[in-house]
């Protein structure tokens, strides 16, 4: 007798019934791994995040794939930014006292005849040192202008600012600050304040910071005599990037000092604020140009002085 032996089907079934509800995962096909090959090789973050998202979008089935891509990319872009830190924390630790500074130097001129012959010159230079906690403000400016063979304006301003870093937004600071101005009433003003001051916004696109503190005050004045004033300091450095080439500045510092006695606070206060607004737009990566309005104010002015000083400036501006 044939005996014929069979095999159960039951398990094949299954198995493929399993195949079918789990399917394996697809290849990346290669037009879709040489974009993402291109992209990977411009190390640019956005554009590799870009065409990995459009990549599985139109090929979901190789998601888990390209997902392992991205996450290896933003590792390695970790690494290097680790790397980079270290690198960079090393070389301030190391550097010397000159090292470091970087800066911008302003000028402009003019000169006019016929009617009235006037000529004259502005000039101004900015150096800042930023280290890991530390930050080094210089700022240094000059106007000098002559009318009809007489000397109409000269005026000079020079600064020092320290910085100490408490937080990523909060700070201390201390300032030292030397003006010049005969034709405001005094051969010299020195100013000395310290106290803190706060980064309101801090973007890529837009900052604000704003600083607060006492102040004391020795003015020189041009017939001879001299004030020491006690006070207080505000001030406030907003920076606004419209566009690649272009930003908008405005700087702001307002003096508010009154004599050492207090019974004479409000007969002999004076208040000095000084705003800059400014225009740059950029020529190249070094060479930028600068339109700015300086609006100065003294509430108490020596006699034959006026209270308010404003000046257009057109210059040409380069970093270093």
Do not use: C
């Not at 094949?12 to 992209?39: C, H, K, S």
């Not at 609006?295 to 308010?308: F, I, Q, R, W």
């Amino acid at each position: 007798m044939q005996t014929i032996l069979t095999v159960p089907r039951l398990p094949t079934l299954a198995a493929g019934l399993l195949f079918l509800a789990v399917p394996a995962q697809a290849e990346i096909p290669p037009p879709v791994q040489a974009m993402v090959d291109a992209a990977l090789a411009t190390d640019d973050a956005g554009k590799v995040q870009t065409v990995i998202d459009l990549a599985i979008q139109t090929n979901p089935g190789a998601e888990g794939e390209l997902r392992q891509i991205l996450a290896q990319f933003k590792a390695h872009k970790a690494a290097q930014a680790a790397l980079a830190a270290v690198d960079k924390e090393q070389k301030i630790r190391e550097a010397g006292l000159i090292d470091l500074w970087s800066g911008k130097g302003q000028i402009g001129a003019f000169q006019s005849s016929g009617n009235s012959n006037d000529a004259g010159i502005s000039a101004s230079l900015d150096l800042t040192r930023t280290g890991i906690d530390w930050r080094h403000q210089i700022r240094a400016r000059a106007d000098y202008q002559r009318s009809n063979g007489r000397t109409s304006r000269e005026q000079y301003v020079l600064v020092y600012e320290p910085q100490f870093r408490i937080s990523p937004s909060l700070f201390t600071y201390a300032l030292a600050q030397y003006e010049h101005d005969r034709f405001q009433g005094y051969t010299g003003r020195y100013s000395l304040s310290g106290g803190i001051g706060y980064d309101i916004l801090k973007k890529s696109s837009v900052s604000l910071s704003a600083k607060l503190g006492p102040a004391f005050r020795r003015t020189e004045f041009t017939n001879g005599t001299s004030a020491d004033n006690l006070g207080g300091l505000i001030g406030l450095d907003f920076d606004w990037k419209l566009s690649k080439a272009l930003t908008l500045t405005q700087d702001t510092n307002l003096i508010a000092d009154s004599g050492t006695r207090a019974a004479i606070i409000i007969d002999s206060g004076n208040t000095s604020v000084v705003v800059v607004t400014g225009l740059e737009a950029k020529i190249s990566d070094r060479l930028t140009t600068r339109i700015s309005y300086t609006l100065e104010y003294d509430s108490n002015p020596p006699v034959g002085a006026v209270s308010t000083d404003t000046l257009s400036r057109f210059t040409l501006v380069y970093g270093f």
